[in-house]
């Protein structure tokens, strides 16, 4: 391998470029010329393709977002489109990737990979949604609950002086370990996930309960994918079996996704980009980099989207227990 290539793809995450860093450098001191991909496959198909030195990820450890940039890429979607994808590579000398990403990116690998087998590519979980099969946390996952928790500990304070409800969302369209940590961290009095049926009624009653016993406020976290509705739906619902409820809604959607990442994603991130170089080096392709027990593993592509992490049911259970 003289040459590899690294990009993000899909949402970005904070830690991204702590990733971009390791692999960047991991690969120079082995010897090998490193190329960034400029708004993942759309780049990739453009020829939006950079050389990149030790200078090209100096002092971005701390910053949220990707140099990189990111896009989702419609014309990846089709052969013509990635045989482009192909052809531009080829222009560069470039047949090992890292790519950095969540579903979307590893489903474009495999199929990029079943039509050009001449490639090499490894993944690297970078998603907020930590719902990627073969790791225990995905790159962006850390900092995103870190900064809901603060966002919930700031509304909790007006909460508590107005004798209200809040409804907070937070991101989840399939998956709800955002919604499921910060409902513990912050002490919420209910949560709801797309991965557990909603009850209506049973909100209701949990808040009824509240009133009764003096409670001056209460928060339920509503990831957006609930099977209920969002945030403003399910307020709604609840308002019409609860008129003396009065309640607010508030929508956290992409700051959580910013924001300096923190020191544990940092961490995850820096292992993870050099785990990626390695298993380039070693021979490794349509596999996944994660950690499981704090020990890297290689699990293929096609496992690591098919089979999504599930959420811990004693966690859900204690968010009932300790409200």
Same mark, same amino acid.
């Given at each position: ?68 940039? /990111? ?5 990846? !979607?089709?052969?013509?489109? !990635? ?62 609950? =870190? ?33 499921? !940590? ?22 209701? =009653? ?11 406020? /209460? ?40 924001? /300096?990442?923190?020191?544990?994603? !940092? ?41 999504? =992490? ?14």
């Amino acid at each position: 391998m003289k040459k590899l290539g690294v990009f993000t793809s899909g949402g970005d995450a904070p830690g991204m470029n702590a990733c971009i860093r390791a692999v960047v450098r991991t690969a120079l001191k082995a010897g090998i010329e490193v190329y960034g991909i400029r708004r993942g496959y759309a780049g990739m198909i453009e020829g939006d393709i950079i050389p990149m030195d030790r200078q090209s990820v100096s002092n971005i450890l701390q910053l949220g977002g990707t140099i990189l940039r /990111s896009a989702r890429s419609q014309a990846f !979607r089709t052969e013509e489109g !990635r045989a482009r994808a192909r052809a531009k590579l080829a222009e560069q000398g470039i047949s090992h990737l890292v790519a950095i990403g969540g579903d979307g990116t590893f489903t474009g690998a495999r199929i990029f990979l079943k039509e050009y087998p001449e490639l090499s590519i490894v993944g690297v979980p970078g998603t907020i949604d930590n719902d990627l099969y073969g790791t225990d946390f995905t790159i962006g996952y850390d900092t995103a609950i =870190n900064t809901a928790m603060r966002a919930i500990d700031n509304i909790k304070d007006t909460a508590n002086s107005h004798d209200r409800v809040f409804f907070v969302e937070v991101m989840g369209r399939d998956a709800g370990f955002i919604a499921l !940590r910060t409902a513990i961290a912050t002490g919420a009095e209910a949560v709801l996930l797309p991965e557990a049926p909603t009850s209506i009624e049973g909100l209701v =009653n949990t808040l009824r309960w509240n009133y009764e016993h003096k409670k001056t406020s /209460s928060i339920v976290i509503v990831a957006e994918g609930d099977d209920a509705g969002g945030a403003f739906d399910i307020a709604r619902q609840v308002k019409e079996q609860l008129p003396e409820c009065a309640y607010r809604v508030t929508v956290l959607g992409h700051i959580q996704r910013g924001g /300096s990442p923190t020191c544990q994603e !940092r961490v995850l991130a820096s292992q993870l980009g050099m785990e990626a170089v390695r298993a380039l080096q070693e021979g490794s392709s349509g596999i996944m980099v994660g950690q499981v027990c704090q020990k890297i593993t290689y699990t293929p592509l096609e496992k690591a989207v098919k089979h999504h =992490n599930q959420i811990d049911k004693n966690l859900l259970n204690m968010v009932s227990l300790l409200a």
